[in-house]
């Protein structure tokens, strides 16, 4: 079938995008859905740091690759095996699928599946190869989900049934920015009653944490960020306490657990040296390989320190997106206090320039 999406043309470009256009809007030719997969109509799909650090060369992957991997939509059509998902029913992507056999599969969230990474690096689905083409040539899924665009075809591991009431904005932001943010306070970090909270970098993924910290009602909520604006949400959404990072370090705050979610060495940094003694920091950016950073051995063991990484919010999908999902049934969770804007796949690479500079929280492209 043809459909629209937003093909990455080459990668590393110079900013603004708006001008130089990595990214161009295109007719593709999309294979039917094979044996275990599904073909589903995006409605909707998050901007992300994830498809940010493709286009401008942090992760390099092979191009033309169709973008996006926080998405949601409706199932069009099944193929062989599949028997546990319906046509007409919302899914949420995920763009770490699991295989269930490997050992990283094992470990309840802690390591990613090794297949999924596999795949997910060759720019395949996890059954293997692509089903997307233009020109007769093909073009590569982009972690397994290519959900810029308005149709899919999915491997049926990297979607997760959720209720028809669950908007679909809402639903394409629990797949990324919910699962990495919650998933670090409620997975990685396994907070206990009266622990203070700081995040460290409020994007979508930051918020995402903030949201799922003040759910939880423990003790002080901390959020981070240079950005006045940012602050100004954050306690919108529940923090305690807000500060840029001057203020962090001139006031000597520390909590005893504290996420880092920006993605750079120096947030990285102020994360550690920002977890009180005994406390654990939690790193779910995604920097440059070529960062590095410097911390004191000595201070983490003389002050008994643990510094956890964790991949996607050391998240299962299948167990986590429903648990999310009923939060914002209840009430718990506002998910759609996260989306700053919803714009047009037209205009998708303004919209990294709003997200290279830090302007956005969530955007969403709303397909319907």
Request: hydrophobic letters at 45%; proline letters at 6%; aromatic letters at 2%.
């Amino acid at each position: 079938m043809r459909i629209r999406g937003a093909v990455l043309e080459e990668i590393g470009r110079e900013r603004p995008f708006a001008q130089s256009r990595p990214i161009s809007i295109s007719e593709l030719e999309l294979d039917g859905p094979g044996p275990g997969e599904l073909l589903v109509r995006i409605e909707a799909a998050g901007l992300c740091h994830s498809d940010l650090s493709v286009v401008d060369g942090n992760r390099v992957r092979p191009v033309p690759m169709l973008l996006g991997h926080e998405a949601a939509g409706r199932v069009e059509r099944v193929g062989d095996g599949v028997t546990d998902v319906r046509v007409g029913e919302r899914v949420v992507m995920t763009f770490l699928p699991r295989c269930g056999e490997c050992a990283g599969c094992a470990t309840d969230g802690r390591m990613p599946c090794s297949a999924g990474g596999a795949a997910n690096n060759a720019g395949t689905l996890l059954g293997g190869g692509e089903r997307l083409h233009r020109d007769g040539e093909p073009v590569h899924h982009h972690l397994g989900v290519s959900g810029f665009a308005t149709h899919a075809v999915v491997d049926r591991r990297s979607v997760v049934p959720v209720g028809d009431d669950v908007p679909p904005a809402v639903a394409a932001v629990l797949g990324c920015a919910v699962l990495t943010g919650g998933g670090a306070v409620l997975n990685a970090a396994r907070t206990a009653p009266g622990d203070s909270i700081m995040v460290v970098g409020l994007g979508g993924v930051g918020m995402a944490a903030i949201l799922t910290a003040v759910s939880l009602g423990l003790g002080e909520v901390i959020g981070v960020d240079a950005m006045p604006e940012k602050l100004s949400v954050a306690t919108e959404l529940g923090a305690t306490q807000v500060y840029t990072p001057d203020q962090l370090a001139e006031r000597g705050v520390r909590a005893s657990l504290v996420v880092e979610a920006a993605g750079n060495a120096r947030a990285f940094e102020a994360a550690v040296a920002a977890t009180a003694p005994g406390g654990t920091t939690v790193t779910v950016g995604l920097p440059s390989p070529e960062a590095r950073s410097a911390i004191s051995p000595l201070l983490l063991v003389a002050e008994a320190r643990t510094i956890v990484g964790s991949y996607l919010g050391s998240a299962v999908p299948s167990r986590d997106i429903p648990r999310y999902a009923q939060m914002w049934r209840e009430g718990r969770l506002p998910v759609e206090r996260l989306i700053s804007s919803e714009i047009a796949l037209e205009d998708i690479n303004r919209g990294m320039d709003e997200l290279a500079e830090g302007r956005a929280i969530r955007q969403v492209i709303a397909f319907e």
